[in-house]
């Protein structure tokens, strides 16, 4: 039996998620990297949400990317190259008005340099709604969720499929904006069929929990959307965006596909 929440304040994040859940949408989450292509990422931004997208996250790049697989890793090497930072990041989504929630999603060294609270600051004057810290675990997140919280900023927790019952039960307790449900075990990657994982844990999710519950990591194109949809409440698509535009293509096309997936999911 599905959990409710009996709180009934939520973050920009989750009660956007949540309106457009219930107004009977699939959401759609792009992954776009901060600072790729140099010139014209942020046009990434506000095409996102013109092309259908509920919500955004925009990778931090870091030079140790964990979580993340060959397609991410080399726009993030991309953008580092050429001079990207945390805060020029910031400072660039801070002039970018799309309408729909902003997410950033990085790793805890970039977090912890700058401090919990400096941190969530700089998200929240940019307009970010929520964080995303793959390598930070549940036992250590307390301090960090705390000082995000102190500034509104949300945070999203990973569901991993490898955990019991009881961790997830934690972790859905701790999560705010969404729970983000890792599809299969391994990197951010571009798969060819969709992992049985990816539903399993949407399933496992969806039993504990009305936060949304998207899934992510190995969902490649509209028909793994639709599929992984047909239990969650939503997708998180990074790789194919990204190597869209690795691959010699245009903004115009990363944001076309974006438009794909959306189609995909209202016709499924």
């Known amino acids: 039996m599905t959990t409710t929440d009996t ?9 956007h998620l949540r309106s457009r859940r219930d107004a009977g949408q699939k959401l759609l989450l792009p992954y776009i990297t901060g600072g790729f292509p140099a010139e014209e990422w942020t046009q990434l931004i506000d095409g996102s949400a013109h092309a259908g997208a509920d919500a955004l996250e925009i990778g931090l ?22 001079g990207a930072t945390p805060q020029s990041i910031l400072d660039q989504v801070a002039m970018a008005k799309p309408g729909i929630p902003l997410i950033a999603m990085t790793y805890y060294n970039i977090c912890f340099r700058m401090g919990h609270r400096r941190f969530a600051n700089a998200l929240k004057t940019a307009g970010v709604s929520a964080a995303i810290l793959p390598d930070l675990s549940l036992e250590e997140m307390a301090p960090w969720r705390e000082s995000a919280a102190s500034e509104k900023v949300e945070t999203v927790m990973l569901a991993a499929p490898t955990s019991g019952d009881a961790r997830l039960q934690k972790i859905v307790e701790a999560a705010s904006g969404f729970v983000y449900g890792v599809g299969l075990v391994g990197i951010t990657g571009e798969r060819q069929e969709l992992a049985e994982s990816a539903l399993t844990i949407a399933k496992r999710l969806k039993a504990i929990t009305d936060k ?3 899934i992510g990591v190995g969902v490649s194109n509209p028909q793994q959307a639709r599929e992984v949809c047909e239990v969650a409440d939503g997708v998180i698509v990074g790789s194919a965006v990204i190597r869209r535009l690795l691959d010699g293509g245009s903004v115009e096309k990363a944001i076309d596909f974006i438009g794909e997936l959306r189609n995909g999911l209202d016709k499924g």
């Not at 709180?7 to 009660?15: F, H, I, K, P």
């Not at 991410?72 to 953008?79: G, M, N, P, R």
């Open 61 to 82: 790049p870091f030079s140790d990317p964990v979580m993340d697989g060959p397609t991410i890793q080399e726009s993030s090497t991309l953008a580092l190259s050429q």
């Open 7 to 15: 709180t009934q304040t939520y973050g920009t994040l989750e009660t």
């Open 212 to 214: 949304p519950v998207l």
